[in-house]
């Protein structure tokens, strides 16, 4: 329930500015997800954005009607397929950054670096942890 509490704390922040530019948080993840590992298959988006699988086919469906994303088809295996930012996510990205940036800049003048700085090595730590578990 902490952890629940503190990221919706966080979300609070951050929320509005993603429906202010017509985003979901799962259509954030994915976005920022692309723009931090370039083109993926679905599967390693789920992995990566904690998304189910059957929540992933419909999120990048409606991503691929907005124009965010395009699907590509491997050429040894039509089976698979890759997932790409499009010019327009990517304008997104920029955009948002500067703003997103501006939010983490405040939460550090309000709860203090040292503390964000803990709170990442505290969660870093439990990941690990749980990792090798």
């Known amino acids: 329930m902490l952890l629940l509490r503190a990221r919706e704390k966080m979300m609070e922040r951050f929320r509005p500015l993603l429906t202010a530019n017509g985003l979901t948080e799962q259509q954030w993840r994915v976005i920022r997800a692309l723009d931090e590992n370039g083109p993926l298959e679905p599967r390693q ?3 990566l954005c904690t998304i189910s699988s059957p929540s992933m086919a419909g999120v990048l469906a409606r991503m691929e009607g907005m124009g965010l994303v395009t699907k590509e088809r491997f050429p040894d295996d039509q089976r698979r397929v890759r997932v790409s930012l ?3 996510s990517a304008a997104l990205v920029r955009a948002l950054s ?3 940036e501006r939010q ?3 939460l550090e003048q309000q709860v203090g670096p040292d503390v964000v700085a803990a709170v990442y090595g505290a969660v870093d ?3 690990a942890g749980l990792e090798k578990a």
Do not use: G, N
């Open 125 to 127: 730590a439990l990941l």
């Open 98 to 100: 500067k703003d997103l």
């Open 86 to 88: 499009t010019k327009k």
């Open 45 to 47: 988006i789920s992995d």
């Open 104 to 106: 983490y800049r405040l």
